[in-house]
């Protein structure tokens, strides 16, 4: 699972605390901000959420998606959750794309 978690934030550039500096002005902003959550207990569950850019029929488009990655069995288990975050857009289609892009990690 720590390998699902691993691919999952390079893909969709989630961020950890570990990629803010503590002296910057902007980042400490970032990370107050309500779209960004970075938990982690490696091996049994992560949850994740930022702003991620999508496209969608040849355009960027902005949304804030949460992920939550656990141990199941001997399985793991992805849920991945979206909202706008600056435009309107075909939900089904943003659906399809987020998962085409998180099956292709996996």
């Given at each position: 699972m720590d390998t699902v978690?691993?691919?999952?934030?390079?893909?969709?550039?989630?961020?950890?605390?570990?990629?803010?500096?503590?002296?910057?002005?902007?980042?400490?902003?970032?990370?107050?901000?309500?779209?960004?959550?970075?938990?982690?207990?490696?091996?049994?569950?992560?949850?994740?959420?930022?702003?991620?850019?999508?496209?969608?029929?040849?355009?960027?488009?902005?949304?804030?998606?949460?992920?939550?990655?656990?141990?199941?069995?001997?399985?793991?288990?992805?849920?991945?959750?979206?909202?706008?975050?600056?435009?309107?857009?075909?939900?089904?289609?943003?659906?399809?794309?987020?998962?085409?892009?998180?099956?292709?990690?996996?």
């Amino acid at each position: 699972m720590d390998t699902v978690y691993a691919r999952l934030k390079s893909e969709f550039g989630f961020r950890s605390r570990a990629d803010f500096s503590p002296n910057d002005t902007a980042d400490k902003l970032a990370m107050m901000d309500a779209a960004w959550h970075h938990e982690a207990t490696p091996g049994a569950y992560y949850r994740l959420s930022d702003y991620v850019t999508q496209m969608m029929a040849g355009r960027a488009v902005r949304i804030v998606l949460r992920a939550e990655i656990r141990k199941e069995g001997q399985g793991t288990g992805i849920t991945l959750a979206y909202a706008p975050a600056d435009s309107l857009y075909d939900g089904e289609a943003m659906g399809a794309a987020l998962k085409a892009r998180a099956e292709h990690q996996l």
